[in-house]
């Protein structure tokens, strides 16, 4: 039994260890992981100085904004990431010899999931501490409930990711501006700065069938409040495992109409 598990567990980390060789010989795409999260840090959080001594009221709330940014971003990194991964396979014209090597199209999944995650953690890490450094703020100040927060915000930008994967690999790389903006589209109702309640009564539910919606409410719960509500965040798992799932079943379906179609050997630059 541990043959076939040890050869898939060989080939998950040939192609981890592919993507790790590209970053090596191109230090700009981890630059690209870094730069974005990093502007957009450094603009709240000179904007929350700004506002820091206007009202009480933002004085409190300006770790809110910052831990908002830093969360979202992990949603952002997490799908481009996986995306990017999934791309670096296409644009090299490598998606042929992958897929008349032994390797599965779920040890492929494997592969770049773990790579994305790698990739967003390079990118991430040093954000939060530049946060720190500038602004005297610490998102590890959630505690444990941040490595939950982390963990299902990446299983959410994963489900996309895969989806959006399986749609250029079937059409394309005409698809690929879906890849970029499938997660944006979602912020407004994801509550990343502002709680759902200001939505539109019929634009909630749509709201919280989202797993973000749950893990931005349960961070200002702690920042504001100090208390954590665990059955929000049980449920904000359940979702992202639900979504997770969903995805590698769209990415299933794709690579396999793909493989029908017989495009996978012409998709490349």
Do not use: C
Not at 91 to 101: C, D, K, T
Not at 237 to 250: A, H, K, N, T, W
Not at 251 to 257: G, N, T
């Amino acid at each position: 039994m541990s043959g076939p598990l040890v050869q898939s567990a060989n080939r998950i980390y040939a192609l981890v260890l592919r993507h790790i060789h590209i970053w090596r010989s191109s230090v700009m795409r981890l630059v690209d992981s870094i730069y974005w999260p990093a502007v957009q840090m450094v603009m709240w959080g000179f904007m929350t100085k700004f506002l820091l001594p206007q009202s009480s009221f933002v004085a409190q709330a300006a770790g809110v904004l910052l831990s908002g940014l830093l969360l979202w971003e992990v949603v952002v990194r997490g799908n481009l990431s996986l995306s990017i991964a999934f791309l670096e396979e296409m644009w090299s014209r490598n998606l042929g010899h992958l897929f008349v090597s032994p390797i599965r199209s779920w040890e492929m999944a494997t592969g770049i999931i773990i790579a994305a995650l790698l990739r967003t953690l390079l990118g991430l890490i040093p954000v939060s501490l530049m946060a720190w450094a500038f602004f005297d703020f610490s998102i590890y100040s959630l505690g444990l409930p941040l490595l939950a927060f982390f963990l299902i915000l990446q299983m959410f930008s994963w489900s996309i990711g895969l989806a959006m994967s399986g749609m250029i690999m079937r059409v394309g790389q005409s698809a690929e501006s879906f890849a970029w903006a499938a997660v944006f589209i979602l912020m407004p109702i994801s509550g990343v700065y502002y709680p759902v309640s200001v939505l539109p009564h019929w634009l909630q539910p749509l709201s919280w069938a989202l797993p973000t919606s749950y893990i931005f409410d349960g961070m200002r719960s702690i920042l504001l409040h100090g208390t954590m509500q665990w059955n929000l965040l049980l449920l904000a798992f359940g979702l992202s495992v639900l979504y997770l799932v969903v995805g590698f079943q769209i990415f299933l379906w794709f690579f396999r109409s793909s493989r029908r179609a017989g495009s996978l050997l012409n998709q490349g630059e």
